[in-house]
């Protein structure tokens, strides 16, 4: 049995999930790319730092409701195949993730998303950084979350249904 948390991420064409758990405990949530994507291509959004700023805050916001937390620091480094502006395809990877100095071990931390960019410029600089966030939850939110998280720990409390024919 476990008492570390973990930060999950799993990524396809069409969503990126990130996950926290301990144990059996978990929250999850998704970024659905479809939609995401056309939004910022028919709004002329920069694409890449929009979607990089989605996907700090679904972190923020999957720890938040599993962990509530003050503080999150997120580290994670990016490779795009052109200026950030242009890039058709990223890869990320998720170095450190800490609520309140309560570290996360991350499982599927590295991942590559392509065809961002359609009308790609082809001025080839290729970029490569590192990001480093510390996110702020405001108090009034603060206590939102923690009140969903007394509310999640209250039903895991209760016990699970059986059904007939099903021993445990």
């Known amino acids: 049995m476990s008492f570390e948390p973990i930060l999950l991420i799993k990524t396809s064409e069409r969503k990126i999930i990130i996950r926290t758990r301990i144990d059996d405990d978990f929250v999850e949530n998704e970024i659905l790319l479809g939609p995401i994507l056309a939004t910022y291509r ?10 990089l700023d989605l996907f700090e805050s679904v972190i923020k916001r999957t720890v938040n409701e599993f962990i509530p937390h003050e503080t999150l620091f997120i580290d994670y480094d990016i490779i795009a195949d052109d200026s950030l502006e242009y890039a058709s395809v990223i ?11 309560r570290k996360f071990n991350i499982e599927g931390g590295q991942f590559t998303i392509s065809n961002l ?31 969903m998280y007394k509310k999640r720990q209250e039903e895991l409390k209760k016990p699970k249904r059986q059904y007939v024919g099903e021993s445990f």
Request: charged share 35%; proline share 6%.
């Open 42 to 51: 028919r709004n002329n959004d920069p694409i890449v730092s929009n979607l």
């Open 91 to 101: 890869s990320i990877t998720l170095n450190s993730v800490e609520a309140d100095g």
């Open 117 to 147: 960019n359609e009308d790609r410029q082809d001025k080839d600089k290729p970029y490569k950084g590192n990001i480093n966030r510390v996110l702020i939850t405001p108090k009034i939110v603060l206590k939102k979350y923690e009140q």
